[in-house]
């Protein structure tokens, strides 16, 4: 959980990364799979659902962010890279949950 952390105080603090962005996603989408292939309980879905509603609102917050300038160059590619991210997790996270 503390990749997810790392990424929500650099959403922020307005110092996201691409590969902060990566391993919190990643991160992410290991424990959704751990969740819903061995433990398919509604207790088990519940439990990952509310560890990971914060990150979720952050990414759907991401995900609608403006488009680019044309002149950031490097930096223009990594945001819209984190924007993609940001649109997978917010996709596959239920709206019931992020609308609490």
């Known amino acids: 959980m503390d990749v997810i952390k790392e990424f ?3 959403a922020e603090s307005g110092n996201l990364t691409l590969s902060l962005t990566q391993n919190a ?3 992410w989408r290991e424990d959704l799979a751990k969740v819903f292939n061995e433990a398919s309980t509604q207790e088990a879905k519940t439990e990952f ?3 990971y509603i914060d990150f979720a609102r952050k ?3 991401l995900g609608q962010l403006g488009g680019v300038s044309g002149y950031g160059g ?3 590619y990594e945001k819209l890279r984190i924007k993609d991210y940001c649109r997978a997790v917010d996709y596959n996270f239920p709206y019931g ?3 609490r």
């Open 74 to 76: 490097i930096r223009d």
């Open 59 to 61: 990414c759907e917050e």
């Open 97 to 99: 949950w992020k609308s």
């Open 25 to 27: 996603v990643s991160k």
């Open 49 to 51: 659902y509310n560890t």
């Open 8 to 10: 929500l105080e650099a």
